[in-house]
């Protein structure tokens, strides 16, 4: 069998050479427009996404084979980059915070989980320091980079009010993927100091922290034992060191070994940034009930990902991209609710920016007035679709965010 990483290694670089020779006036049609709906009136509360990319195609334009082949990167972002976030566009719209998830590709794709990249972490630094540069610059009139939990709770006082001019969205980091610590416990003390507070330690692929669905099926992950393996010794001591260090434990994409075996070792309540339920979208990355229970049950959270894809049954992504909508999102949170019995546990993980399909109805971030609506009908209560929508999780993050360092 061919391993993952000779396969990844000439794939990529036979596929950015393809790219680069194909014409791109062609596929500019494919690129995502970024409409936005006209300014919303300013609720106190609008949005507070807990997982959204909005600076991973900037990363990636800055990785060497970008650098190299500019135009593979700007083709790929046609073809994949279906869904947006502007910091301009949110910020008139009223959201009060975003969670940017920092992942690095390539570091994941080309490490296994027996020889992690040790330069990982620098890079996780890198993406961390691209984001706040964006943010010192153009976007400092829309966004406040919050790096404790006194800012936070300063931010969000008794005193908000998205209607004076000093209003700023609050952008908070988290790092998708436990590879990013580069097999070593060292760099969760740096990220926690600059502010890191989730991380997801699964993703794509088994990174020897928590096993997860791989995402290339059909290649074998050197010397990992998934699925049983479930959490690593290894696996174990990032959660014992993210919870001393009062970073909060990200479970999506673990498998259910994974899980369970989280479950034995935290004792913190859990969050799950951008999960679907396996009775509405069965997929290797949903959550069966129990599991989505356990979670509220120890008084976690839920994110729901503006991913139709993931939250129902689509036949293929052509499917999708024909019928998926909000209507799948207010029919996964109904669920949830259902199930757990509780609105105070639930919130949105969008994963805008993440490559996923686009929706009929919403891709930009900025059109969640209309995600409002839907679930104004649904609930009949401002109150909880504020809730769902922002202060169930500012409130996690409030309680349970403690940056020990
Ligand atoms: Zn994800």
């Not at 069998?1 to 790219?19: E, V, Y």
């Not at 490490?111 to 996780?124: F, G, L, R, V």
């Amino acid at each position: 069998m061919i391993s993952r990483r000779k396969f990844i290694h000439s794939s990529t670089l036979a596929g950015a050479g393809l790219l680069s020779g194909l014409s791109f006036s062609s596929l500019t049609g494919c690129s995502s427009a970024n409409p936005c709906i006209e300014p919303v009136t300013k609720h106190k509360y609008v949005l507070a996404d807990i997982h959204n990319h909005p600076t991973l195609t900037d990363w990636i334009w800055n990785s060497p084979i970008a650098v190299k082949i500019p135009m593979a990167a700007d083709i790929a972002k046609g073809f994949f980059d279906k869904t947006g976030t502007s910091w301009q566009t949110s910020h008139a719209a009223g959201i009060d915070l975003i969670c940017v998830s920092h992942f690095n590709l390539f570091d994941e794709w080309v490490t296994m989980a027996t020889d992690p990249n040790p330069a990982a972490p620098t890079n996780a630094l890198r993406m961390i320091n691209l984001l706040e540069k964006e943010l010192e610059g153009p976007a400092a009139q829309y966004t406040k980079l919050i790096r404790t939990p006194e800012d936070f709770n300063n931010h969000f006082n008794n005193n908000y009010n998205k209607n004076e001019p000093s209003y700023r969205i609050a952008v908070l980091h988290s790092l998708e993927g436990g590879h990013a610590l580069g097999g070593s416990l060292e760099p969760l003390n740096k990220f926690a100091q600059r502010g890191v507070v989730i991380i997801t330690i699964g993703h794509f692929f088994n990174k020897g922290i928590a096993t997860a669905p791989n995402a290339i099926p059909f290649f074998p992950d050197a010397n990992s034992l998934r699925p049983h393996q479930g959490l690593s010794h290894f696996g174990r001591d990032v959660i014992y060191e993210m919870e001393k260090l009062g970073i909060l434990v990200d479970v999506t994409h673990a498998t259910s070994t994974a899980f369970e075996d989280i479950l034995k070792v935290s004792t913190k309540p859990l969050i799950a940034t951008h999960i679907t339920a396996k009775t509405l979208g069965d997929h290797a990355y949903s959550f069966y009930d129990e599991y989505i229970k356990e979670i509220v049950h120890r008084g976690g959270m839920i994110g729901i990902p503006l991913y139709t894809y993931m939250l129902a049954n689509y036949i293929n992504v052509q499917e999708v991209e024909k019928y998926g909508s909000l209507r799948e999102v207010v029919r996964t949170i109904r669920y949830v609710i259902k199930i757990t019995n509780s609105y105070k546990n639930i919130c949105i993980g969008s994963d805008f920016g993440g490559y996923i399909p686009h929706l009929i109805d919403m891709n930009s971030l900025c059109e969640i007035e209309k995600l409002r609506v839907l679930l104004l009908k649904e609930f009949g209560s401002e109150e909880i679709v504020e809730d769902i929508l922002a202060k169930n999780v500012i409130e996690f993050v409030r309680n349970n965010w403690k940056r020990n360092v």
